[in-house]
């Protein structure tokens, strides 16, 4: 989706680089996501945040952190990058529920990692 | 801990037949269920959104139901075309400490050949 644009698409680094991923979104949501997704295993939550003032770790958030600079922004850094972290990155946005979450997520392109 | 589990990883159908992806769920207490595509190289693209209360949704070709009590989803894609080849991902919105959480199945690989 145009609307949610990921930066890099494609970046190959060593183990131990800190990396920073970037994600923004035109869509004016309040919620943003990061996910990761390996064969075999789906997508898995990273980091989450409600509003700027509002982050929360997902179920795999070891060796990761995240900054809301903005409504439109929010960024993933490896603070020093392990093999294992090598998948695809996706960053995801949802409009504020009335009441629930249950609102569509919209997705980027997704970021390959691989860390050497 | 809610645990999404899909059938089949994959599939591979001639065009034009009709076919069924399987999900199902650990935890019913969800706030509704959706199905998305995803294309090589490309990120997820919403497909249908059940909603907890309703026990189907239908747009196009494509017919999702959901039996919350048994923990069970099912993704209907009728008269499959070429074009339809993808990965069909599951997810479920929990409750609880998972609010505002999806929970992704593994995927089904849809093949559909000419």
């Known amino acids: 989706d145009a609307d949610v644009t990921q930066t890099p698409r494609n970046r190959i680094t060593k183990t131990g680089k800190r990396i920073m991923l970037e994600c923004s979104q035109t869509?004016?949501?309040?919620?943003m996501y990061w996910y990761r997704q390996d064969p075999g295993l789906g997508l898995r939550l990273i980091y989450y945040s409600f509003d700027v003032k509002d982050i929360n770790k997902g179920e795999i958030s070891d060796g990761y952190s995240v900054s809301r600079q903005a409504q439109a922004k929010f960024s993933l850094s490896l603070e020093s990058a392990i093999p294992n972290q090598t998948a695809l990155y996706f960053c995801?946005?949802?409009?504020?529920?009335?009441?629930?979450?249950?609102?569509?997520?919209?997705f980027g392109p997704g970021t390959r990692l691989l860390v050497l | 801990k809610q645990e999404v589990t899909q059938i089949p990883a994959a599939l591979s159908v001639p065009e034009g037949e009709n076919l069924v992806l399987n999900c199902s769920f650990t935890?019913?207490?969800?706030?509704?269920l959706q199905w998305f595509r995803q294309d090589p190289g490309k990120g997820l693209t919403s497909l249908l959104l059940?909603?907890?209360?309703?026990r189907e949704q239908t747009s196009g070709r494509l017919n999702a139901s959901l039996d919350k009590s048994s923990g069970r989803s099912t993704l209907y894609i009728a008269a499959s075309q070429p074009g339809d080849s993808a990965t069909y991902l599951c997810?479920?919105?929990?409750?609880?400490?998972?609010?505002?959480?999806?929970?992704f199945g593994q995927g089904t690989i849809l093949t559909v050949h000419p």
């Open positions: 869509k004016g949501h309040d919620r």
């Open positions: 059940i909603q907890s209360s309703q």
């Open positions: 935890d019913s207490a969800i706030y509704n």
């Open positions: 995801a946005t949802s409009d504020r529920g009335s009441g629930s979450p249950a609102k569509t997520q919209y």
């Open positions: 997810a479920v919105y929990a409750g609880g400490t998972s609010y505002g959480k999806l929970t």
